[in-house]
């Protein structure tokens, strides 16, 4: 939930700051400074970075030269098919595949994997376990450390029309112990080590960069950005839930329940709140409210005047469109739809987007953090805010694509349909042939690298928006993320099940005939 995609497009500048994320960098000065603070985060970072866009631009046009030739319906793409699916992949890749998904499914290896861990390298050594892991789950999930590791990846990709998001895979989770009494109800997100403000900074260079050189791509270029690598996550987990706990306020204020305060209502409550205040006091207060004067205060009107009523990373991603969305959609804030708000939230947005007269922007994923958010709640003795089935996820994860797909079509919005759900990928595409979207008109696709090949590559073969998230790091930074996948794999058995049956069939047709 802590994650803002955001996308450049060649025109403004989209500038990143710890503090308040938004600074601006006009001088050259300023701009070789960065480049030299840049150069100390990692010397080989930029390399990277330039392959990643040369590989992008080459995507791109791979991706235009495969919509042209293109005979298919958008409604007959080929995803069950694993000869069209598994042409670029060869045994050897398969047969990986197939053995890492499999280790995947052994829950209790899963579950203990940190000790397992741990264990092996107190036997074996870490030089020995880390290269098992290298040649197992770290090369099935992570490009490679530096450019000459990543470079096969990323041109291989490319050659398929599949776009690369580049994504630091180094990451830590808060620990309970971590919390305290302001957690409530708590959301649990990906975050990373925190080690200082000067890290903070070095890691926005970073997002710098990475922003310089998808603004080469014409529009096709996105930057994967974790706001809680620009400071203290505790910090904005604490703020996070002290913002969420004001949000009440609007309800009690909304006496009737009806989504909307009257002028009787607020003065009311308000003097519940402030007993002393002069009668003309809460009047003036509701005024300020009343954007519209229409003589009713609504949800959107109140997080108007009061932006200190948003969540910290909701608040920084709606701030950013309002000021670099005017055009066309370039900073998408993400959506985890398996919370049971996720549907009211995104019609919320869409709708303050709508009345600030900004291109909306959405990253919509499933969510990655079932089994932490259900424990945290139970924990705490509160409601889990995730749905309580995984039918209800995919209703909620179709309605919010529908709920945005339209305004794509009106307004221009922007979205990447970020899963791994072969259904939700197909009600999107045909969605889009039922409103006249080609493959190039705002809609992309996003799928971790290693999953859902079957997916993307057909995507990228027929010129739709195809993206794969690409992590990088040294073996031991992506540890972490390794277990999380391995864990999240375990949990969509159904989807990884199949996957790996059309695997062992094109491996059959292959290799018998």
């Given at each position: ?23 601006h ?27 990643v ?8 046009v ?7 030739s293109?005979t ?39 579950d ?13 050594g ?11 789950f ?9 450019k000459?590791e ?32 302001l ?44 706001l ?7 910090l904005?987990?604490?703020?996070s ?22 002028i ?7 003097k ?44 920084a991603?709606a ?6 969305n ?24 869409l ?35 995730i ?23 009106d307004e221009g919005?922007g ?11 197909e ?18 696709f ?9 997916l993307?590559?057909?995507?990228g ?20 993320y ?32």
């Amino acid at each position: 939930m802590l994650a803002v995609l955001a996308r450049r497009t060649g025109g403004a500048r989209f500038p990143l700051s710890s503090l308040n994320l938004v600074v601006h960098k006009a001088h050259l000065s300023e701009a070789a400074a960065r480049e030299e603070r840049a150069a100390e985060v990692e010397p080989d970072l930029a390399p990277v970075i330039e392959e990643v866009a040369a590989a992008n631009k080459a995507a791109v046009v791979a991706r235009r030269a495969f919509q042209r030739s293109s005979t298919i319906a958008p409604t007959n793409l080929p995803f069950d098919d694993p000869k069209v699916a598994f042409k670029s992949k060869s045994n050897l890749d398969l047969m990986r595949s197939l053995a890492v998904f499999q280790m995947c499914r052994l829950r209790p290896i899963v579950d203990n994997a940190d000790s397992i861990l741990a264990w092996s390298k107190r036997i074996f050594g870490s030089t020995l376990v880390n290269a098992v892991v290298r040649q197992t789950f770290y090369k099935h999930f992570v490009a490679g450390k530096d450019k000459e590791e990543m470079q096969p990846t990323l041109q291989y990709l490319a050659k398929h029309g599949i776009a690369a998001i580049l994504d630091y895979a180094a990451e830590d989770d808060l620990e309970a112990s971590e919390q305290d009494d302001l957690a409530g109800e708590k959301v649990v997100a990906r975050v990373y080590n925190y080690e200082g403000e000067d890290l903070c900074d070095r890691r926005m260079e970073v997002f710098l960069k990475a922003i310089d050189a998808a603004s080469t791509m014409n529009g096709h270029g996105f930057v994967a950005i974790k706001l809680t690598a620009l400071g203290l996550p505790e910090l904005l987990e604490r703020v996070s839930n002290a913002l969420t706990a004001i949000r009440g306020l609007f309800q009690q204020f909304d006496d009737d329940g009806n989504g909307s305060v009257s002028i009787e209502e607020f003065k009311r409550v308000y003097k519940e709140f402030f007993i002393d205040d002069a009668d003309d006091v809460p009047k003036g207060w509701f005024e300020q409210l009343d954007v519209t004067k229409d003589g009713q205060v609504d949800y959107i009107d109140w997080t108007g005047q009061h932006s200190w009523f948003q969540p910290a990373v909701d608040h920084a991603t709606a701030q950013l469109q309002a000021e670099h969305n005017r055009e066309r959609p370039i900073v998408f804030g993400t959506y985890q739809c398996y919370l049971k708000d996720a549907l009211p939230r995104l019609a919320f947005d869409l709708e303050r987007a709508r009345r600030g007269g900004y291109r909306f922007g959405a990253k919509l994923v499933r969510g990655a953090y079932m089994v932490v958010e259900r424990r945290r709640a139970a924990e705490l003795g509160v409601p889990s805010p995730i749905h309580d089935s995984l039918a209800a996820t995919h209703e909620s994860y179709d309605a919010c694509v529908a709920e945005v797909m339209a305004h794509v079509a009106d307004e221009g919005a922007g979205m990447m349909v970020a899963t791994h759900n072969q259904a939700s990928i197909e009600a999107a595409v045909a969605a889009m042939e039922e409103r006249g979207l080609g493959p190039q008109a705002g809609v992309y696709f996003g799928q971790l690298l290693g999953m859902a090949d079957n997916l993307t590559f057909v995507l990228g073969q027929h010129g739709y928006g195809a993206y794969k998230y690409v992590p990088f790091g040294s073996v031991d930074e992506a540890m972490p993320y390794l277990i999380r996948r391995a864990q999240e794999n375990s949990d969509m058995l159904g989807g990884v099940g199949k996957e790996m049956a059309m695997m062992r069939r094109e491996l059959r047709r292959r290799l018998l005939g």
